[in-house]
């Protein structure tokens, strides 16, 4: 596998801000968080960023404030006459997990042509100003998946969070890597930015995580597949407003998950052909 680096992000040249890119946003009752997102998002030199809101059928109307705010910019685009789209809604009728919100708002966004996919959360937590940074990285080295990474040099954690949550954290990232022998540091981070081809690759529709893990999964699956991963440091910020959704049967998931890849793995390898290696 591929070992993730920690770059240095460069300038973004101005053509390079054109570039089709997609930011996939998952909701569940982000009524209050959502507008000042989006407001954030379109404020973005990047003429080629679009946002896909996943709503979950939000039981508090976040799904009609998602496409109020889609008529807004979007509007606001025909009237000058570019014809873009600058925001979608993808509505889901029902609460299947961050996992299953992700799969269906990325293979919906390289389906429309995004040549990169932005995986954001709606709480505020991710930083709207690192996107160019991260799509410089990406354009400039080749690299398939970019990571805001709270765990490599220059990355923070938020003061609001307890000492126990940051251990908590920290410990998640270290059991996963070490369970599946990777250098990502920051393999559970939900910030991540993705080339279209890496998508199409990893195979999105086969992926078997439906919470918090699907983090995890897909870089795994990056990363065996022969992509270069790196990782750029992020603030990372507690959640402005809401609740969170880490639930019970989302952690079980997230401590279970590492071992099922690592078993799968090795099955693999056990049938493999003598003489043949994975990358």
Do not use: C
């Not at 040099?153 to 890597?177: E, F, I, M, Q, V």
Request: zero cysteines; proline letters at 5%.
């Amino acid at each position: 596998m591929s070992s993730p680096r920690t770059p240095a992000g460069p300038p973004l040249p101005a053509e390079w801000g054109r570039t089709p890119l997609t930011v996939v946003m998952p909701t569940y009752n982000e009524a209050q968080n959502l507008p000042t997102m989006t407001e954030a998002l379109m404020a973005l030199p990047l003429e080629g960023l679009r946002l896909l809101v996943v709503d979950d059928d939000s039981p508090d109307g976040t799904g009609a404030i998602a496409e109020q705010l889609a008529e807004k910019y979007n509007e606001a685009e025909r009237r000058d006459e570019t014809g873009r789209v600058r925001m979608g809604v993808l509505h889901r009728t029902a609460k299947e997990g961050l996992g299953r919100a992700y799969a269906a708002g990325m293979e919906r966004a390289v389906a429309e042509g995004a040549a990169y996919v932005l995986q954001m959360d709606a709480d505020g937590s991710h930083p709207t100003e690192k996107i160019a940074d991260m799509l410089g990285v990406a354009l400039a080295t080749g690299a398939d998946v970019v990571v805001g990474s709270r765990y490599v040099p220059g990355g923070t954690l938020s003061d609001a969070w307890k000492t126990h949550r940051k251990l908590l954290s920290r410990w998640a990232n270290a059991y996963a890597s070490g369970i599946l022998g990777t250098r990502v540091r920051d393999i559970t981070g939900g910030f991540n930015l993705w080339s279209a081809h890496a998508l199409r690759t990893i195979d999105l529709g086969s992926v078997d995580s439906a919470g918090y893990s699907f983090q995890v999964e897909t870089k795994y699956r990056a990363l065996r597949a022969g992509f270069t991963v790196m990782e750029v440091p992020i603030h990372f910020e507690d959640r402005t407003a809401g609740e969170s959704k880490m639930d019970l049967a989302v952690q079980l998931e997230s401590v279970a998950m590492p071992w099922r890849l690592r078993s799968k793995t090795l099955r693999a390898a056990a049938t493999r052909p003598a003489g043949k290696r994975s990358r």
